[in-house]
């Protein structure tokens, strides 16, 4: 079955910097792959979805790239603000049928230092 | 445009009691799925529905969970008789018809405690 690995341990970053996060999964390559932010106490945020024939895609100081041969996603956060401090957690569609049900990675706590 | 609604924020059951968990989906959206977080662990797929239908239930229990979409209202999950390894928060999230392969918008999720 489908797997996903996000680093667990937590990235400190200084203000300014840019934030690298990793998602790498095991299995078939998806359709497409999101990114979604998440807050303490709070639901998911959808920040980014790329498809499958995309390499890279980008939102204002947000980029990700999606690499099917590494089995790979990168998520950048450029500039970093303390405001980005959060969990960022990857997800990807699963199941034969296209059912909309997604997989999540565990998530990456990204906090960002002043 | 309200986003996904969904109550109670927490909630608290003994042992043995009944939990129901609704979630308002957002306007014009015809799919929800729920998702459950434990502690210090991801978020784990329960079920997807549209309207009056269950169309995944792969990731829900067999026995004492239940979910249904109806006609009018809201989506309810129910968990009969709870133990303490029910407590988590449980997370709703809704998409458009015609899109169930994109974004999902989630609610601010109901927590559960079971003592």
């Known amino acids: 079955s489908q797997k996903i690995e996000q680093n667990s341990e937590a990235l400190n970053i200084q203000e300014g910097k840019t934030a690298t996060l990793t998602c790498n999964y095991t299995?078939?390559?998806?359709?497409?792959l999101q990114w979604y932010r998440q807050d303490p106490g709070r639901g998911p945020v959808f920040l980014l979805l790329i498809r499958e024939n995309e390499k890279e895609k980008r939102k204002e100081r947000l980029k990700v790239t999606f690499d099917t041969t590494l089995k790979q996603s990168l998520f950048h956060i450029t500039a970093s603000q303390p405001a980005d401090s959060a969990t960022y957690l990857c997800a990807l569609p699963t199941g034969s049928s296209n059912t909309g049900k997604l997989i999540f990675g565990q998530g990456t706590t990204l906090q960002v230092k002043p | 445009n309200a986003g996904v609604m969904q109550n109670p924020r927490h909630l608290v059951r003994r042992r043995g009691q009944e939990a129901r968990l609704r979630c308002s989906p957002m306007?014009?959206?015809?799919?929800v799925y729920w998702y459950r977080q434990l502690p210090e662990e991801g978020l784990k797929f329960m079920v997807y529905l549209q309207k009056e239908n269950i169309i995944d239930e792969s990731g829900m229990p067999k026995e004492r969970f239940s979910a249904e979409f109806p006609k009018e209202g809201p989506s309810i999950l129910r968990i009969q008789q709870v133990v303490r390894g029910d407590s988590a928060a449980y997370f709703c999230a809704s998409s458009p018809p015609m899109t169930a392969t994109d974004t999902q918008y989630f609610g601010p999720g109901t927590r559960l405690t079971v003592l």
């Open positions: 299995n078939y390559s998806p359709a497409y």
């Open positions: 306007k014009g959206h015809s799919h």
